[in-house]
């Protein structure tokens, strides 16, 4: 079982910063790729940023030179540095993470149970 839980989530004014943790215990070591989604309101839940095991990352391309994540594998933890913030990132970010099939888990992958994160104009 893997279980996983953001923090860090809050109000900011447009231009500001926040950072978004997560926290992962559990059967870690069965965690394969990480990432950060968000679903903003009355849209659906879309993938923000990810990390695979080798340390290859992705952001869509409305976040690409504002957010940056990182993971710190010893602390199992992840990170999600939102900087320039706009009104329209204002949604709750959910942690992720894809398990390793070979683990023997019953589940695929995990989720966090979200944060919210509102920025004002």
């Known amino acids: 079982q893997v279980r996983l839980v953001e923090s860090g989530g809050g109000l900011v004014q447009a231009g500001g910063s926040l950072r978004l943790s997560c926290v992962a215990s559990?059967?870690?070591?069965?965690?394969?790729?990480m990432g950060w989604y968000r679903q903003r309101p009355g849209k659906e839940r879309d993938l923000v940023a990810s990390i695979s095991p080798d340390g290859t990352i992705t952001y869509v391309d409305s976040v690409k030179g504002r957010f940056t994540t990182s993971r710190d594998n010893p602390r199992n933890t992840l990170y999600l540095q939102m900087n320039s913030l706009k009104s329209e990132d204002t949604a709750v970010y959910f942690c992720?993470?894809?398990?390793?099939?070979?683990?023997?888990?019953?589940?695929?992958?995990?989720w966090g149970r979200g944060t919210q994160v509102t920025v004002s104009s």
């Open positions: 559990g059967d870690t070591i069965c965690i394969a790729d």
């Open positions: 992720w993470g894809r398990l390793k099939s070979y683990c023997g888990l019953r589940d695929f992958e995990s």
